[in-house]
T-cell receptor
Framework: AQSVAQPEDQVNVAEGNPLTVKCTYS??????LFWYVQYPNRGLQFLLKYITGDNLVKGSYGFEAEFNKSQTSFHLKKPSALVSDSALYFC?????????FGSGTQLTVLP | GAGVSQSPRYKVTKRGQDVALRCDPI?????LYWYRQALGQGPEFLTY????????KSGLPNDRFSAERPEGSISTLTIQRTEQRDSAMYRC??????????????FGPGTRLTVT
């Protein structure tokens, strides 16, 4: 069965510093991987996806993620964090049309 | 353009009552998904449709839960004889392609269900 792990419940970073939100996955076959962001009282917003091709994928709002097959990881990154990036981030893997989500990482960017 | 909409946004009901949650997908999206999200957790899959056909209902927790999409657009998730453990955020998502080759799913704001 597929699974996603987000080992950090909370990540704090200073504004302007680079940020990383970690994700590892377990799936048979080729992984289809996603990052979503959830702001308070709003739905999940799609950020980016890895399906195939270049291991570094770029998404919305300056976010990017690096797919590493040997480490089964798909970490979310941004070179310079903004206070407005503070939100709950979810990593997910798609199998048989179902998204399986991690438990989420609360990112707080401190001014 | 308009995104996925869900109604009601909040629903408080008494144990034992039936509830119906509505989802209106993005126009033109042929696939529709239902997820349930407990507090502090990621969403969990319940069921999905291609057009009006329910393709997978393996995530529905028991036979009190059912879903339909009779005209291939709006969907209703119904929970009969609600129990307190049904309290959660219910999220709907849609995606464009029947074959899944656009992959990403777009989520609505959710319905917060509280069973008292």
């Amino acid at each position: 069965a597929q699974s996603v792990a987000q080992p950090e419940d909370q990540v704090n970073v200073a504004e302007g510093n680079p940020l990383t939100v970690k994700c590892t996955y377990s799936v048979s076959g080729n992984p289809y991987l996603f990052w979503y962001v959830q702001y308070p009282n709003r739905g999940l917003q799609f950020l980016l996806k890895y399906i195939t091709g270049d291991n570094l994928v770029k998404g919305s709002y300056g976010f990017e993620a690096e797919f590493n097959k040997s480490q089964t990881s798909f970490h979310l990154k941004k070179p310079s964090a903004l206070v407005s990036d503070s939100a709950l981030y979810f990593c997910a893997v798609l199998t048989a049309r179902q998204l399986t989500f991690g438990s989420g990482t609360q990112l707080t960017v401190l001014p | 353009g308009a995104g996925v909409s869900q109604s009601p946004r909040y629903k408080v009901t008494k144990r034992g009552q039936d509830v119906a949650l509505r989802c209106d997908p993005i126009s033109g999206h042929v696939s529709l998904y239902w997820y349930r999200q407990a507090l502090g957790q990621g969403p969990e899959f319940l069921t999905y449709f291609n057009y009006e056909a329910q393709q997978d209902k393996s995530g529905l927790p028991n036979d009190r839960f059912s879903a339909e999409r009779p005209e291939g657009s709006i969907s209703t998730l119904t929970i009969q004889r609600t129990e307190q453990r049904d309290s959660a955020m219910y999220r709907c998502a849609s995606s464009f392609s029947r074959t899944g080759n656009t992959y990403e799913q777009y989520f609505g704001p959710g319905t917060r269900l509280t069973v008292t």
